[in-house]
């Protein structure tokens, strides 16, 4: 069964400032990655995801993540952080071929500071 | 477009009712639904999957007979739990996919607390 590391709890930047919000995962294969952002009141939005093809993803709002598979690892990064980028951000995988099951790290927690 | 709605946001009920959680997508059909349960600063927990017209599927752990899910359309699915019990109180979030698309799509979620 896969599973996903993200070793961040909390992450306070300031605006303006770059980002990287770190993500490893356990799995046999090569799992299919997504980056999503919670904000209160609101749903899961997806910012990105990887299937195959260009290690380096572009997402929306300006996000990108690239996947290492040396090192298990998908991190999203953004160049320049704005306040309204305050929110939660789970990483997840699914198996391919795994009923598009996915599993969520623990999240991470992002403030920015004005 | 692909806009999944929760109702209610929240809810407050006794211990010993049941409570139901709709979840629609509103601007697709969905193929299939699935039910998260998120703690306080915690990840979501997949509860259980459910393909329109049949049967759920649920993660180990899970007791159907206390979260009885339906999926009675492509448009909806509901999550009563039963029996409502103060360590079921959490936030329930349901998420639908179109097709065998890998991409979910996640409602805002119901708090739910149990007095």
């Known amino acids: 069964a896969q599973s996903v590391t993200q070793p961040d709890i909390h992450i306070t930047v300031s605006e303006g400032a770059s980002l990287e919000l770190r993500c490893n995962y356990s799995?046999?294969?090569?799992?299919?990655l997504f980056w999503y952002v919670q904000s209160p009141g609101q749903g899961l939005q997806l910012l990105l995801k990887y299937f195959s093809g260009d290690t380096l993803v572009q997402g929306i709002k300006g996000f990108e993540a690239e996947f290492k598979r040396s090192q298990s690892s998908f991190n999203l990064r953004k160049p320049s952080v704005h306040w309204s980028d305050a929110a939660e951000y789970f990483c997840?995988?699914?198996?391919?071929?795994?009923?598009?099951?996915?599993?969520f790290g623990t999240g991470t927690q992002l403030k920015v500071e004005l | 477009g692909a806009v999944v709605s929760q109702h209610p946001s929240r809810v407050i009920c006794k211990s010993g009712t049941s409570v139901k959680i709709e979840c629609r997508s509103l601007?697709?059909?969905?193929?299939?639904m699935f039910w998260y349960r998120q703690f306080p600063k915690k990840s979501l927990m997949l509860m259980a999957t459910s393909n329109e017209g049949s049967k759920a599927t649920y993660e180990q752990g899970v007791e159907k007979d206390k979260f009885l899910i339906n999926h009675a359309s492509l448009t909806l699915s509901t999550l009563t739990v039963t029996s409502a019990h103060p360590e079921d109180s959490s936030f329930y979030i349901c998420s639908a996919r179109e097709g065998n698309s890998y991409e979910q799509y996640f409602g805002p979620g119901t708090r739910l607390t149990v007095t």
């Open positions: 997840a995988v699914a198996a391919p071929g795994g009923g598009n099951k996915l599993t």
């Open positions: 799995y046999g294969a090569t799992p299919y």
């Open positions: 601007d697709f059909q969905a193929t299939t």
